[in-house]
C-alpha cells in the first residue's frame, strides 16, 4: 500500500442540515484517516460544501436570506456539527470559496481551448432537486427516480462539454483498471450505463433564470452547472496544478460516494480530468443508502436523523461503532434506534464492557491492580489467545484497504470473544486459591489482548481506546502510538489498573433513561425484585417451531411461526447469528405469550421468545428438558 493517503467526501449540499447518512459518510472517512495515520502514512481527508445552483437558490429565497448569507449559514452548521462529532479533517472546502472559483474557471478555461466545450440548443426533462436533464427512459413515469417529482420540460441554449468524445476511452480505463471503482457491483453498474451512447454534458445554466454560480470565463452570461464546479473542489483543494498537496496526494485520491452520485463521480468527472489533461483519481469507492422504514434516508423526503441527537441519546462511540459495524459497505442497510441500542448492548456492553470489566476487576481484586507481563504463553489456550492477536494485523489492513469496515471490527470482536473464552476456561478466580503463578500469567494475557484490542480500536472508537489503554495505566493515546511496534505481543509494559465505570452500560429502549450498572468488581447487578402477582400477570407457553426464515434486510431478525397448541402465530426473534432457520423447525421453546403485538422490520410479532445470553454474546433458547405438548404453562 502506498505511503500517503488521500480521501474525500462528496462535498455536502447545504439545502439543509445534515442527516445521520451525511455522517456515516464522512465518519468512514474520519475512520479510514484515522487508520492510515496510526499505520504510519501521510494523510489528507477533505470534506466541505457544495453551495452554488437552482436549489440554494430557491432555499435561501424560502428562508427569505441572500444566497450567501443562507449557504455561509448551514455550511457553518456542517462544520459545527462534524467538529462537535470529533471528526479530524484537514480541509473544510466551500465552493464559494475564490481560491476554488478561480480553479473551476481554469480549468474551464482549458478545456474550452481544447475546443471541447461547445454552444448549443438543448431541450429535456430536468429536475431542480437533482439540478440536471433526465432522458425518457432513466424518467420513472416522468418523475425523477430519486426525488419522486415530476421532470419538467426545459428548452434553452447553454454550453456544452464534448463528454461523448471520452466513452471509448472510459470503458477502457475501467476495464484496464478492474478496481477503478469499487465494490464490484458499481464498476459493472458504470459499464451498463457506458453500453449506451453516451451524450454531451449541459455545463451552464444562463444566468436570465440563475444568477447564483461560478461565472463561464469566455461568456459571463452563463454560470457554471453544478457538478462541474462541485467535482473540481478535489483538486481545487489541493492548490492545482502547482501546489505541494497537489504533487503529493493527488496520484493516491481516494473519493468517497453514496451510490446515489455514482454517475457523476464516476462518469463526469473521469472524462473532465482526462479532458482537462489531470491525471484520474485512483479509486471510487461507493457505499449503499441508509434506509429507513425501507426507503433511503433522505432531506428531501423529510426521512431523516440527526447524528447529534442520536450521539447525545446513546454516545457518539456508540454511534460510531453502530454505522461501520452494521454496513457492510457497497450494500443498503437499514436504520432504526432499535438496532442501535442492539448493537450497544449485545456487542459493547456485553463483550467489550464486559472483557474489560471482568479483567480489570480481578487484577484488582486478585492483584492489588498490578496488571502482570503477559509473559511466556505455556498452554494450549494462552497460545490461542495470543495467535488470534497476531493474526489481528494483516487482517486489518486488509479489510481497511477495501473500506471493509464491517470485516475489520468482525476481526477485534474475534478477538475480544477468545479473550472472554479464555477467562471462561482459565478460571482466574480458582487460580486466585491455588496457583498464583498461573493466575499472573492468565490476567496478563488478557489484559495483553485488551491492551491491543485498545490499539486496533483507536480509528473506529478513538475515545474508548483512550479509556481501555487509561485504564490499563498505558500513558498516551493509541492513536499516537507507531502500529507496526504497538501490536506486536507484548510490545510495551501495562501500569497499575484503574477503576471506572462500565464503558458501555446497557440501554433500555421501554426505560426513561439508561439503566445504572454497578462498577464494582465483585458486585451482582441490581436485579429488580417484582411481586408474585406481577409474575402471574406473565403468561409462559411451550410453543414448537413449525415453519423458520430470516427477515428480508435484516442480520439478526428470524420469522417463526409457532404452534401454541390452540393456535398459530408469528413471532420474530433477533437469533438469526446464532441459530440457522433451517434448524430451528421442530424445536420446542417457551415464549411469552401475553406480550401486545409490535411490528419489527414490517413484520408483526405476537409474543417473544425466551433465551440465555452467555458473557461472551453466544445465544442458548430456553426449552422445556423433554417434549411436551405445545401450549403447556411454564409455572
Not at 244 to 267: N, S
Not at 521 to 539: C, G, K, M
Amino acid at each position: 500500500m502506498n505511503d500517503r493517503f488521500y480521501v474525500t467526501t462528496p462535498i455536502y449540499y447545504v439545502n439543509a442540515a445534515p442527516h445521520s447518512g451525511h455522517a456515516y459518510t464522512t465518519i468512514v472517512a474520519d475512520t479510514a484517516s484515522r487508520y492510515h495515520r496510526l499505520a504510519g502514512r501521510q494523510v489528507y481527508f477533505l470534506t466541505g460544501t457544495d453551495e452554488h445552483g437552482d436549489k440554494i437558490a430557491q432555499a435561501a429565497a424560502k428562508a427569505g436570506e441572500t444566497p450567501q448569507a443562507y449557504a455561509d449559514r448551514i455550511s457553518g452548521i456542517f462544520r459545527e456539527t462534524w467538529t462537535r462529532m470529533g471528526l479530524r479533517f484537514d480541509q473544510f472546502i466551500r465552493t464559494t470559496d475564490p481560491h476554488h472559483k478561480a480553479i473551476v474557471q481554469q480549468i474551464l478555461q482549458t478545456i474550452y481551448d481544447k475546443g471541447e466545450i461547445y454552444f448549443s440548443e438543448y431541450g429535456g426533462l430536468y429536475c431542480v432537486g437533482c439540478e440536471r436533464f433526465y432522458t425518457e427512459k432513466e424518467a420513472v413515469d416522468g418523475k425523477c427516480p430519486d426525488h419522486q417529482t415530476p421532470l419538467e420540460f426545459v428548452k434553452e441554449q447553454n454550453y456544452f462539454f464534448r463528454m461523448s468524445r471520452y466513452q471509448d476511452w472510459l470503458v477502457r480505463h475501467i476495464q484496464d483498471h478492474p478496481d477503478f471503482i469499487r465494490p464490484e457491483r458499481y464498476r459493472n453498474e458504470a459499464l451498463a450505463f457506458l453500453r449506451e451512447p453516451l451524450e454531451d454534458l449541459c455545463i451552464s445554466r444562463p444566468r436570465s433564470r440563475l444568477t447564483w454560480g461560478i461565472p463561464l470565463p469566455f461568456d459571463d452570461r452563463y454560470v457554471t452547472y453544478v457538478w462541474f464546479d462541485a467535482l473540481i473542489n478535489y483538486v481545487s483543494a489541493l492548490d492545482y496544478p502547482n501546489g505541494q498537496l497537489y504533487r503529493e496526494f493527488w496520484p493516491v485520491a481516494q473519493h468517497l460516494i453514496a451510490k446515489d452520485i455514482l454517475k457523476p463521480h464516476g462518469i463526469y468527472w473521469p472524462t473532465m480530468l482526462q479532458a482537462a489533461g489531470i491525471p484520474v483519481y485512483q479509486h471510487l469507492n461507493v457505499h449503499g443508502y441508509w434506509l429507513m422504514d425501507e426507503a433511503k434516508m433522505s432531506k428531501s423526503r423529510g426521512r431523516v436523523l440527526s447524528p447529534l441527537e442520536l450521539a447525545d441519546k446513546y454516545g457518539l462511540e456508540a454511534l460510531r461503532y453502530f454505522l461501520l459495524r452494521e454496513m457492510v459497505f457497497g450494500l443498503d442497510a437499514s436504520f432504526s434506534e432499535e438496532a442501535l441500542v442492539g448493537r450497544l448492548n449485545a456487542d459493547l456492553a456485553n463483550n467489550l464492557g464486559n472483557l474489560v470489566q471482568r479483567t480489570l476487576g480481578m487484577v484488582g481484586r486478585y492483584l492489588e491492580g498490578r496488571i502482570p507481563p503477559a509473559g511466556d504463553s505455556t498452554s494450549d489456550a494462552d497460545r490461542t489467545l495470543r495467535d488470534a492477536a497476531e493474526r489481528l494485523p494483516a487482517r486489518i489492513e486488509s479489510a481497511m484497504a477495501t473500506f471493509a469496515f464491517h470485516r475489520a471490527l468482525e476481526a477485534i470482536w474475534e478477538l475480544l470473544d477468545a479473550g472472554n473464552r479464555y477467562i471462561d476456561s482459565a478460571k482466574p478466580w480458582e487460580l486466585a486459591k491455588r496457583d498464583p503463578a498461573a493466575l499472573q500469567r492468565v490476567l496478563g494475557h488478557a489484559a495483553e489482548a485488551l491492551r491491543i484490542v485498545g490499539l486496533f480500536l483507536s480509528p473506529f472508537m478513538p475515545a474508548t481506546s483512550d479509556k481501555i489503554w487509561a485504564r490499563l495505566g498505558i500513558a498516551g493515546s493509541p492513536a499516537g502510538a507507531r502500529l507496526a511496534d504497538a501490536a506486536r505481543w507484548g510490545a510495551m509494559p501495562l501500569g497499575v489498573a484503574a477503576p471506572g465505570d462500565a464503558l458501555f452500560p446497557r440501554v433500555d429502549l421501554s426505560a426513561p433513561a439508561p439503566a445504572e450498572t454497578s462498577t464494582a468488581p465483585s458486585a451482582a447487578p441490581a436485579i429488580p425484585e417484582i411481586s408474585i402477582e406481577e409474575f402471574r400477570r406473565i403468561d409462559l407457553r411451550v410453543a414448537t417451531i413449525l415453519a423458520a426464515e430470516a427477515v428480508p434486510k435484516s442480520k439478526k431478525l428470524v420469522k417463526l411461526r409457532v404452534s401454541t397448541g390452540m393456535e398459530e402465530r408469528t413471532v420474530v426473534a433477533g437469533i438469526l447469528e446464532q441459530y440457522a432457520p433451517a434448524d430451528l423447525v421442530g424445536k420446542q421453546i417457551v415464549i411469552v405469550a401475553n406480550l401486545k403485538p409490535s411490528k419489527l422490520m414490517g413484520v408483526e410479532s405476537r409474543g417473544m421468545i425466551l433465551a440465555a445470553t452467555g458473557a461472551d454474546g453466544t445465544i442458548a433458547l430456553v426449552a422445556p428438558e423433554r417434549s411436551v405438548a405445545p401450549g403447556a404453562q411454564v409455572k
